[in-house]
């Protein structure tokens, strides 16, 4: 059973950093390129960072988080994390992982708020 589980977010004023973990099940994981997306209230979600398996080799970043965010993986825990600072409100969204391409059923992500 394919199980995607996302943690770590939570509440931080601008300029705040947070650490996300996503913790894959019943999948393949080393080989694939896995990536962070994200949807805010009233828009379509996107992807923001993403990385290729099975040693990390490649990332790809968003232009709205690049210089502050920096996607990893750790193929022995079936995890994949996203270390975000310098945080912005418009960064406050439901972050999720997935596959790039998103192959998988979603997990239920977690909230990032940022505010003053």
């Known amino acids: 059973q394919v199980q995607l589980v996302e943690s770590g977010g939570g509440w931080v004023q601008p300029g705040g950093s947070l650490r996300l973990s996503c913790a894959a099940s019943?999948?393949?994981?080393?080989?694939?390129?896995m990536a962070w997306y994200r949807q805010a209230p009233g828009r379509q979600r996107e992807e923001v960072a993403s990385i290729s398996g099975p040693v990390g080799s490649s990332s790809t970043y968003a232009d709205s988080v690049k210089g502050r965010f920096t996607i990893s993986r750790d193929n022995a825990k079936n995890a994949v994390y996203l270390q975000m600072n310098s945080l912005k409100p418009e960064d406050t969204a439901v972050y999720y992982c997935n596959t790039k391409g998103s192959t998988l059923p979603w997990g239920q992500g977690t909230q990032v708020t940022v505010s003053s």
């Open positions: 019943g999948i393949s994981f080393s080989f694939r390129t």
